[in-house]
């Protein structure tokens, strides 16, 4: 008998093993496989010449294990439990009662819209896990989904045709001025705004590159003096009188509340999206998330956010907004 290659050894070759061994011979595995008798006995011939060992003895009496079908038979066992498994989680996963949500997202949204509706996706769909993968910008979160690393993405630029895309929010972007820095009780202009130092990300970050698109479309050309990554060490230096700088709400979360707000003297804001994969199969847990966002961020609206006092249209003080404790109820009218 010789030793062939286990990658060809067939579930099917297991499955009689099993069903021998159950029920002690080959007629009546058969019946419970749903087989000829013929079928199991080649089966069995088949598993034996691959191993190169003897696993039944057959006789008047049935077929018995041998010593090492025993075993076999055991590891057998468990191989087809294990695939039952794997069948049962993909089952869960094409459905809403298990599988696994992955989001790809950037920082300000992760942080400060996300959680409230995860919150309230696992009340609804206890069983779904979720995950969340941060990335700065949109380049990261499209890459995930197109990498098949994400299920759904947070995105506010426009993107490629490959995603289909469902907008649910607008972040209005604001001027961040010094605690300190005196200015006249009026709307901001351009020729102020060019007067001071400006703190900025680099240029090669999307907001960066949002901004001065917009500035560029009213003429106005501004030099960063800082050009700095992180937004929380932006607003550390705007606090400390360093500069001035133009951040999208969302982004200056959580303001010191003795920083100045201005609105840009024309208003400019970014649509948040989600994002999916266009002509994707994707599992009802993304269909059912997505649904969730809607009902909860109805179109047309704009979340105010609740450390960020809503900024007057004329002036760089900020008068305190009641804010709900729940994103359900913190939903307000566009300005």
Request: glycine fraction near 6%.
């Amino acid at each position: 008998m010789a030793t062939g290659n286990l990658e060809n050894i067939k579930l099917s070759q297991l499955r009689a093993l099993a069903a021998v061994a159950t029920y002690g011979n080959f007629s009546e595995a058969a019946l419970q496989l749903s087989i000829s008798q013929s079928a199991v006995s080649h089966a069995i011939a088949g598993l034996e010449d691959e191993l190169g060992v003897v696993l039944l003895s057959r006789g008047r009496h049935g077929a018995r294990l041998t010593p090492v079908g025993e075993m076999i038979t055991t590891h057998a066992r468990d191989m087809l439990r294990l695939l039952d498994v794997i069948g049962k989680e993909a089952n869960l996963a094409k459905g809403l009662e298990g599988g696994h949500l992955r989001i790809a997202t950037f920082r300000s949204v992760g942080t400060h819209v996300l959680p409230e509706i995860i919150a309230r996706f696992q009340r609804c769909f206890p069983a779904i896990t979720v995950s969340i993968s941060e990335y700065r910008g949109d380049e990261g979160v499209e890459n995930s989904l197109r990498e098949g690393r994400a299920d759904l993405g947070f995105t506010c630029l426009p993107t490629a045709n490959e995603f289909e895309t469902f907008e649910f929010m607008r972040d209005e972007y604001f001027v961040l001025l010094p605690p300190n820095l005196k200015r006249p009780d009026v709307p901001m202009t351009w020729e102020e705004l060019m007067g001071y130092s400006l703190i900025l990300p680099p240029v090669t970050d999307y907001c960066n590159i949002y901004i001065r698109q917009h500035l560029a479309h009213h003429n106005c050309t501004l030099k960063a003096t800082y050009e700095i990554q992180e937004d929380s060490t932006i607003v550390g230096m705007v606090r400390r009188g360093l500069g001035v700088t133009i951040m999208a709400s969302l982004a200056a979360e959580p303001l010191p509340p003795e920083i100045q707000v201005c609105r840009l003297p024309v208003p400019l804001e970014r649509s948040i999206r989600i994002a999916v994969c266009a002509n994707g199969l994707h599992p009802p847990a993304v269909y059912a998330f997505v649904d969730m966002v809607k009902e909860m961020f109805p179109s047309n609206r704009y979340l105010m956010s609740g450390a960020l006092d809503c900024a007057t249209k004329t002036t760089g003080k900020r008068t305190k907004t009641v804010v709900p404790s729940s994103s359900e109820e913190a939903i307000a009218s566009s300005p």
